[in-house]
């Protein structure tokens, strides 16, 4: 049970003069229930990928097999792909489209052609993952604040009970408390629904906080993959690419520099504060 | 993704691209009027040649100018269809009932498709060679002489210029907006047409809500830099003929002339 990307590739407007290589031979497994980090810069490719693993995009080569089933195969079966990989865009908010909040979310399932009972049950478990209050499920969506906005644009994806939650820097353009909301939210559904979660951004602090395996995209190929603490150890390749580690790594490797005893692997500031502390405190 | 060619910008350097937006859309528009007084085949030959030279040394892809024709594919089909199954005429050819097939529908159809088409090629090579700001600053300039009698010709060229500027952001953000909604199970392609029409619901609000946001931000961004309107605005980028532009129109009314004077012998010959 996992997702197999083999020798994805991906090029936009083929045989023009605006052709792009978004993608070149991809190759990525992952279990059921990890958490993955996807970082980038802007262009590397990443929105591309994410875009093919519920099928709205399609590989000019390659495939991807979700649960032993390749999901380009079959063009009858995308709404079952679809709900099964639920994927929030960059800034979600701009898709609410619904008079109340209740409706915007509840457009998901029905377009499952789930039934009524069941639809209002699973808008309201959603709505209540993300923290929206009941109070609001009747208020137009348009009159929330921005974070509200965008927790009650997850929740329409939600809704759709994916199994694997695929998301698209979902804190871009928020403040930090509306970030750690939302990460936080998206931390326990993946503990408490055990989902498969896929986040992109480019919060190198973000991604080192919570997920298990790492992968670094660049130029359309997978350039570094591993554990967090493997992956921000690497300083030298990620500026090379143009993205950077995490401060509480910059901050270890700086003292390690000035003569501190501090262990490899630190990326976290729990981590560092922790080993900090054992070395002043001998 | 939509493919819209007109209005699309095409970069490369060529002549016709260094050629004086005015210039350009002054033997745009004599092109086109043109067009409207051939009525003998050798006619159309010599202005498709000369569109052939046009395109050639503009450099832009043919194929990425006949696309444009795809959007209009439909009008053209119809036109032909109508000519050849209504037009009055003394030759028939066959006739199946009341419907009869002339020569003179099978010319008229001829000649409408040839037109209907070197027309929005003549003119997609306008908007493919110019770049929209040249454009519209072209537009002002051909319509200030109107703006004593009120048409506020800046104005105008403003809205135009922002609307073209917009088309590829919008179309962007409405391929953004399908992915997302499709992403949560809409569906856009089947069911009937009022089922077709509703889908369109969950795409059009979010997108004008988006170009409202847009209007907004960009009104605010003229004000900030001083934007008053036309009393006083200066270019950064001057219009100047050049040789070239004299070039383009001598070669301009040469084709012309030839055109009349082909026209002219065709009806002493009696060719169609």
Redesign the interface.
């Known amino acids: 049970m996992s997702i197999k990307i083999s020798n994805l590739s991906h090029t936009y407007s083929k045989g023009t003069t605006f052709e792009k290589k978004a993608l070149d031979d991809i190759n990525i497994t992952i279990e059921r229930g990890e958490f993955i980090g996807l970082i980038g810069h802007t262009g590397s490719g990443k929105s591309t990928l994410i875009q093919h693993l519920n099928v709205l995009l399609r590989p000019d080569t390659g495939s991807i097999i979700i649960d032993g089933e390749d999901i380009h195969a079959d063009k009858g079966r995308l709404k079952a792909i679809r709900s099964k990989v639920g994927l929030v865009f960059q800034y979600p908010e701009h898709q609410l489209f619904e008079m109340t909040v209740f409706k915007d979310v509840a457009f998901g399932p029905a377009n499952m052609g789930i039934a009524e009972d069941e639809t209002r049950q699973r808008v309201e478990d959603a709505l209540a993952i993300v923290g929206i209050p009941p109070e609001l499920h009747e208020k137009s969506p348009f009159e929330l604040s921005g974070g509200q906005k965008r927790r009650v644009a997850i929740a329409g994806v939600l809704a759709m009970k994916p199994e694997i939650l695929v998301l698209d820097e979902p804190t871009a353009g928020l403040d930090p408390r509306g970030r750690d909301e939302i990460l936080g939210r998206i931390k326990e559904m993946h503990e408490k629904l055990k989902l498969t979660v896929i986040l992109v951004s480019h919060s190198m602090e973000d991604i080192a906080r919570l997920v298990d395996r790492i992968f670094v995209i660049n130029h359309g190929k997978i350039a570094l993959f591993g554990p967090p603490a493997e992956i921000f150890a690497q300083t030298q390749q990620l500026e090379t690419i143009g993205l950077s580690s995490t401060q509480a790594a910059y901050v270890a490797k700086h003292l390690q520099e000035k003569g501190f005893k501090l262990p490899d692997g630190i990326y976290t500031v729990d981590g560092a504060v922790t080993e900090i502390l054992k070395v002043v405190r001998g | 993704m939509l493919k819209i060619t007109i209005g699309q910008y ?1 970069h490369a350097n060529s002549f016709i691209h260094r050629l004086d937006a005015r210039m350009k859309l002054l033997c745009t528009i004599i092109f086109i009027t043109v067009l409207f007084f051939v009525g003998n085949f050798l006619g159309y030959a010599l202005a498709a040649v000369y569109l052939a030279i046009v395109i050639m040394a503009s450099k832009v ?1 043919p194929k ?1 100018l006949f696309r444009g024709l795809r959007a209009i594919l439909f009008i053209i089909v119809f036109t032909t269809f109508l000519n050849v199954f209504f037009t009055q005429g003394e030759d028939i050819l066959f006739a199946i009932g009341p419907v009869q097939i002339t020569l003179q529908g099978l010319l008229n159809a001829a000649r409408m498709a040839t037109r209907l088409v070197m027309l929005i090629v003549g003119s997609s090579i306008l908007t493919l060679t110019t770049t929209p700001i040249q454009l519209t600053d072209a537009i002002e300039f051909s319509l200030k002489p109107f703006k004593k009698i009120g048409v506020p010709a800046h104005e105008i060229a403003m809205m135009m210029t922002i609307a073209l500027r917009f088309i590829p952001t919008l179309i962007e953000e409405m391929d ?2 399908m ?9 856009f392609d089947t069911g009937g047409l009022i089922k077709k029409a509703k889908s369109l ?2 795409l059009l ?2 997108l004008f ?2 170009s409202f946001r847009r209007a907004d931000d960009l009104a605010l961004a003229m004000e900030a830099r001083c934007y008053r309107g036309d009393v006083g605005r200066t270019r950064m980028k001057q219009m100047k003929l050049a040789m070239r532009d004299y070039k383009a129109l001598a070669v301009m009314t040469i084709f012309v002339a030839l055109i009349f004077a082909l026209e002219y012998l065709a009806r002493i010959w009696g060719i169609w």
């Open positions: 095409y892809p990425y953004k907006i992915k997302a909604q499709m992403a949560r199970g809409a569906d619901v969950p609000v979010p809500i988006s």
